[in-house]
């Protein structure tokens, strides 16, 4: 394969973190470490050190909303991305988000005169709708998302799934699915570390533990995980339940926990970004619980599943994609009452776990290197689609509009590259200007000095010839 310049544009990046920001920094890891050359544009955001990562990540202004919803918002607008962009040489271009990157990214096409991807990761139009209240804004904003998706010039998705909830959005192109990797190797870590972590909570041997790990949010199934338990609870079972991660609506979590009177069995560990702690969490658990049908991937699962815990799931949701129920994995309907039944079964059998785990860490595991090498053949295949001339064209008057915005960004670039030889060409113009002005400030005022003397001349004429008449008015008459 060829090493190509991939750059990567997404809205978040470490210290941002998420599932997409992960994604992003693995691709960059893989391509910069075995398959060519990878930088990443990304919104700044106060504070930040990059000079850890192995590749360049370039910033481009924003203002810190992270208090509001979690993330900053970029200003797709960046003279300095332009110009860096353009003495990279960038073979191709992949956005990892529909918003402002996408803007970005549009804007630069171009500049550098590369091919552009678009994964398609999350959900959106459920963010979309916890962040716009008001039906004819949330849809006008996933109007404008899908116009961003569909001037790409190939669509990713990470799952069938995903795929089906882009199109529902009134997306009509074509998709590839390209799934994620998981950046946790295959096995276990030692018991030293798994006896660490955990020995702050009550966790009794021999005693069922569950785990859920990921951003504390209602819409990833966490109230059907605590209908459960205290439904398990009132079965008389004995259990722990750990919530590894934080989120928006972690402190109503807690409370509800609380008020379901788990707070004995259930532990709430708070953000994580270890990830070999991470690891003893999944090494530790018997079973991963994740009900969510909002996830288009579920990368979590395969982090579960490399560790070999095996992970309850909704029947037909994307996380559950490639799973087989009874296999690698176990299936429920989507409500609480299916998932204590499950765990009730399951409690009575722990040697069906390990066993499902085991082959869940066989079957289901992909790496972030199998992953990225999959992904990089295929930037191959549209790098020749688009030297060919086979990518479609983008001729509507928002691509006309954002083009003009990457002829600015690169115009600008240029004015500051050429920095003091500006300055100088600037200053000689000036002084040569100067010298201009005043000649032709002096040539008016002597234009301005002969005209006040003809016209006094005139005046005193015709004050002349009056007085002349008004003296001799019969020679008149």
Not at 5 to 22: E, K, Q, R, Y
Not at 169 to 189: A, S
Not at 394 to 420: C, N, V, W, Y
Request: charged share 30%; glycine share 8%; with cysteine.
């Amino acid at each position: 394969m060829d090493r190509h310049t991939i750059c990567l544009l997404n809205d978040s990046f470490p210290p941002v973190i998420d599932g997409v920001a992960n994604a992003v920094v693995n691709y960059a890891a893989n391509i910069e470490s075995r398959l060519g050359h990878a930088l990443v544009v990304t919104p700044s955001v106060p504070g930040t050190e990059d000079d850890l990562y192995p590749f360049p990540v370039l910033r481009y202004p924003s203002i810190d909303t992270r208090k509001l919803v979690g993330y900053v918002a970029g200003y797709p607008f960046s003279p300095d991305i332009a110009r860096r962009l353009g003495e990279e040489n960038v073979a191709l271009m992949h956005t990892h988000c529909p918003a402002t990157s996408a803007l970005m990214a549009r804007s630069l096409r171009g500049v550098v005169d590369a091919p552009l991807v678009f994964t398609y990761h999350t959900k959106f139009d459920i963010d979309i709708a916890k962040a716009i209240h008001g039906k004819l804004l949330q849809e006008g904003a996933i109007r404008a998302l899908i116009q961003n998706v569909s001037a790409c010039d190939e669509v990713w998705v990470v799952s069938r799934g995903a795929g089906e909830n882009l199109r529902s959005l009134g997306y009509q192109g074509d998709y590839i699915v390209m799934e994620n990797g998981v950046d946790v190797p295959r096995g276990q870590v030692e018991r030293r570390l798994i006896d660490e972590v955990t020995a702050p909570y009550d966790l009794p041997q021999g005693v069922p533990v569950f785990l859920f790990v990921g951003r504390l949010m209602w819409y990833k199934g966490l109230r059907i995980i605590l209908d459960a338990l205290a439904a398990l609870q009132e079965r008389g079972e004995d259990f722990r339940m750990v919530f590894v991660g934080d989120g928006a609506d972690g402190a109503q979590v807690r409370e509800c926990a609380k008020e379901l009177g788990l707070e004995k069995r259930c532990f709430f560990t708070g953000s994580i970004s270890g990830r070999d702690l991470i690891r003893a969490w999944y090494c530790r658990a018997d079973l991963f619980l994740f009900p969510s049908t909002f996830d288009t991937n579920g990368l979590v699962v395969r982090e579960a599943a490399a560790c070999g815990t095996p992970t309850v799931m909704v029947a037909g949701s994307c996380a559950a994609e490639g799973v087989t129920d009874g296999r690698n994995g176990f299936f429920i309907d989507e409500n609480a009452a299916s998932l204590a039944s499950k765990l009730e079964e399951l409690c009575a059998a722990p040697e069906t776990m390990k066993r499902v785990g085991e082959h869940a860490r066989d079957e289901l595991y992909i790496s972030w290197e199998t992953a990225v090498k999959r992904a990089y053949e295929r930037y191959e295949i549209v790098i020749d689609n688009y030297r060919s001339g086979r990518c479609p064209r983008h001729t509507k008057p928002m691509d006309d509009f954002l083009k003009s915005q990457g002829d600015l960004m690169e115009a600008l670039s240029e004015i500051d590259s050429r920095g003091d030889e500006l300055r100088e060409e600037l200053r000689s113009r000036w002084d040569d200007m100067a010298v201009e002005f005043r000649r032709a400030q002096d040539e008016w005022k002597r234009s301005r000095d002969e005209y006040v003397e003809r016209r006094k001349e005139d005046l005193e004429r015709r004050r002349d010839e009056l007085l002349s008449i008004l003296e001799t008015p019969d020679r008149y008459l």
